[in-house]
């Protein structure tokens, strides 16, 4: 496959945040959504802990004026809804993520977090089960087809130049690395350990 190839930017994304990605699988708070033992007040805290992060990548999606189609409003609406029914909306999210500072990098970042909604899926069941009648509209809902599609276009139409695509690896990386961080962070700080 070559770049410009419908999926290259896509597969070699994948590839090269492959193992920070799968970092995130056993990380000590998000891999509690996926347990038989998650606690109530632990998915309050993760949720708030994923609303603030989203917050932050859309905040750099408007900052840098890119890509409105592949906006994450959507999720930080449902985040907001399952929030405001567990009466654990946090404050606004201070700070920025300074490496988001082109337009590339910031669609690195909303690649990984459209592309979490295919693990949210996996995590919802496990919600659903352990915690039945919590509200779930975040992880309830999938990537929207329409959104991914365009994300891979977009994807797609960068991938032949390699300044812009590597770019977009590292903000990738960088987007995972960042919010397992982010997660733990404010986790440890508003939640139980």
Not at 8 to 23: K, L, N, P, Y
Not at 144 to 165: K, M, Y
Request: charged fraction near 20%.
């Amino acid at each position: 496959m070559k770049a410009g190839a419908p999926g290259f930017a896509r597969r070699v994304i994948a590839d090269e945040t492959c193992a920070v990605h799968q970092s995130l699988h056993q990380h000590p708070w998000i891999s509690r959504l996926t347990l038989s033992s998650l606690e109530m007040q632990d998915y309050r805290t993760l949720l708030a802990a994923y609303y603030q992060f989203f917050s932050l990548i859309e905040q750099a999606r408007q900052r840098n004026n890119a890509y409105d189609t592949l906006s994450v409003e959507d999720c930080l609406a449902a985040l907001h809804a399952d929030l405001v029914a567990l009466d654990a909306l946090p404050p606004a999210s201070e700070g920025k993520l300074a490496f988001l500072d082109t337009k590339e990098k910031v669609l690195g970042s909303l690649y990984v977090m459209h592309g979490s909604g295919f693990g949210g899926r996996q995590m919802n069941r496990n919600i659903e089960q352990v915690l039945p009648d919590t509200p779930r509209s975040f992880f309830g809902k999938s990537t929207n087809p329409a959104v991914w599609r365009q994300l891979n276009l977009e994807l797609d139409i960068i991938s032949t130049d390699r300044e812009a695509l590597e770019d977009l690896i590292v903000a990738s990386k960088q987007t995972f690395a960042r919010f397992g961080e982010f997660i733990t962070c404010y986790c440890e700080r508003f939640g139980r350990t």
